[in-house]
């Protein structure tokens, strides 16, 4: 064979081994790309997660959350409006702003009753329904739309409930000189008005407070040193019989006063503070608070519940005094106590200097 026909034959047995071997890497290839795990070739490039990684963690145990949307009145979304979440019980409120799609959401909201405030500049105040959020649950709010502002004033609309509890709250920290409760004086003249629960619950703090009961013990032992109602006898027993007495009467005559009667008359058990006028226009106000008091709608009325109130708890000492004390006049006696000391303590908190009782709200 020459020379030529052999370098023609290998030429052409390369070519061959060469096509070969790219067909063998094409198999190689292809068997691999089956094996692999596939990729959605339109999340790689959007750069979204597989959807494993999609489930939601679950949310703490017993919150839940509230979502929704703030848009205009032709459906475009508001960005960067003042959302707020507001307890109905007074307690703290959840506030943000809207994103730029309008949306928001409040995440570990705890149960319970709840509205929604909205604020936007150059849009009225929005304010939704109550509504209420069980454990774990996704609230969905429904689209709110706001409507243009007809003016440039900013309102704040809260319910009148909720007001009265941040208003129960500063007053039960008001102490004379830092120490005695002087939790029923109210320094706002047109203060909420109290539902029956809060008006139950503020004369459960104020009746139990420590330094009522220390007021209970020093009065008890006042009795004994005078030996009032020696029925009672004297020593350790005499004393344990007076606490229990004085004890009895000052929490009948405070939940009665200020909580049962008040709630079925609607009338409002705290003094409201004058501080200005004359010496004697504000004693007569002080005075005329024993006698006349607010009622739940704003309007002064006659002070029923505490006369009531005075007249039943002297009623039930009945009860619990020696027999010799009891009758009638007990009844009287005990009712006439209570309204001199209520006149002397409307006069005290009249008179003395609003500076010397702690955390007295501002004008």
Same mark, same amino acid.
């Given at each position: 064979?020459?020379?030529?026909?052999?370098?023609?034959?290998?030429?052409?047995?390369?070519?061959?081994?060469?096509?070969?071997?790219?067909?063998?890497?094409?198999?190689?290839?292809?068997?691999?790309?089956?094996?692999?795990?596939?990729?959605?070739?339109?999340?790689?490039?959007?750069?979204?997660?597989?959807?494993?990684?999609? *489930?939601?963690?679950?949310?703490?145990?017993?919150?839940?959350?509230?979502?929704?949307? +703030? =848009?205009?009145?032709?459906?475009?979304?508001?960005?960067?409006?003042?959302?707020?979440?507001?307890?109905?019980?007074?307690?703290?409120?959840?506030?943000?702003?809207?994103?730029?799609?309008?949306?928001?959401?409040?995440?570990?909201?705890?149960?319970?009753?709840?509205?929604? *405030?909205?604020?936007?500049?150059?849009?009225? =105040?929005?304010?939704?329904?109550?509504?209420?959020?069980?454990?774990? $649950?996704?609230?969905?709010?429904?689209?709110?739309?706001?409507?243009?502002?007809?003016?440039?004033?900013? +309102?704040?609309?809260?319910?009148?409930?909720?007001?009265?509890?941040?208003? *129960?709250?500063?007053?039960?920290?008001?102490?004379?000189?830092?120490?005695?409760?002087?939790?029923?004086?109210?320094?706002?003249?047109?203060?909420?008005?109290?539902?029956? $629960?809060?008006?139950?619950?503020?004369?459960?703090?104020?009746?139990?407070?420590?330094?009522?009961?220390?007021?209970?013990?020093?009065?008890?032992?006042?009795? $004994?040193?005078?030996?009032?109602?020696?029925?009672?006898?004297?020593?350790?027993?005499?004393?344990?019989?007076?606490?229990?007495?004085?004890?009895?009467?000052?929490?009948?005559?405070?939940?009665?006063?200020?909580?049962?009667?008040?709630? =079925?008359?609607? $009338?409002?058990?705290?003094?409201?503070?004058?501080?200005?006028?004359?010496?004697?226009?504000?004693?007569?106000?002080?005075?005329?608070?024993?006698?006349?008091?607010?009622?739940?709608?704003?309007?002064?009325?006659?002070?029923?519940?505490?006369?009531?109130?005075?007249?039943?708890?002297?009623?039930?000492?009945? =009860?619990?005094?020696?027999?010799?004390?009891?009758?009638?006049?007990?009844?009287?006696?005990?009712?006439?106590?209570?309204?001199?000391?209520?006149?002397?303590?409307?006069?005290?908190?009249?008179?003395?200097?609003?500076?010397?009782?702690?955390?007295?709200?501002?004008?």
């Amino acid at each position: 064979m020459t020379l030529k026909r052999v370098l023609k034959k290998l030429l052409r047995s390369g070519v061959y081994a060469v096509l070969a071997c790219a067909l063998l890497l094409l198999c190689v290839d292809a068997a691999s790309a089956s094996a692999w795990p596939q990729t959605n070739a339109s999340n790689v490039r959007s750069g979204a997660l597989p959807e494993e990684a999609l *489930i939601p963690t679950p949310a703490t145990e017993g919150s839940g959350s509230v979502a929704g949307t +703030v =848009l205009d009145a032709s459906g475009a979304s508001v960005a960067g409006a003042e959302v707020t979440l507001m307890p109905r019980d007074g307690t703290q409120s959840h506030a943000m702003v809207s994103a730029s799609n309008g949306e928001f959401v409040f995440v570990n909201i705890l149960p319970g009753s709840y509205l929604l *405030i909205v604020n936007a500049a150059d849009f009225a =105040l929005f304010t939704t329904g109550e509504f209420v959020i069980a454990a774990q $649950q996704a609230y969905e709010v429904p689209d709110i739309s706001l409507s243009l502002a007809t003016n440039n004033t900013e +309102v704040t609309v809260r319910p009148s409930d909720v007001i009265a509890a941040e208003q *129960i709250r500063t007053e039960e920290r008001q102490r004379l000189v830092g120490v005695l409760p002087n939790f029923y004086t109210s320094y706002i003249s047109d203060a909420a008005p109290l539902t029956w $629960q809060q008006k139950f619950s503020f004369a459960t703090r104020g009746t139990f407070d420590p330094v009522a009961m220390l007021g209970v013990g020093v009065a008890a032992g006042v009795e $004994q040193a005078t030996n009032a109602f020696p029925g009672y006898g004297q020593g350790a027993a005499g004393y344990g019989k007076r606490f229990a007495a004085k004890f009895a009467d000052g929490r009948s005559s405070d939940y009665l006063t200020h909580a049962i009667f008040p709630s =079925l008359l609607h $009338q409002d058990p705290r003094y409201f503070y004058q501080g200005t006028g004359s010496m004697k226009s504000r004693l007569l106000h002080a005075i005329d608070s024993a006698f006349l008091t607010h009622g739940d709608n704003g309007r002064t009325e006659p002070n029923y519940s505490y006369v009531l109130g005075d007249m039943c708890s002297g009623a039930l000492s009945n =009860l619990y005094y020696p027999r010799a004390n009891r009758g009638v006049h007990l009844v009287f006696s005990n009712a006439a106590v209570g309204l001199a000391g209520r006149v002397g303590g409307n006069i005290l908190r009249e008179f003395l200097p609003k500076h010397s009782t702690t955390n007295v709200p501002g004008e």
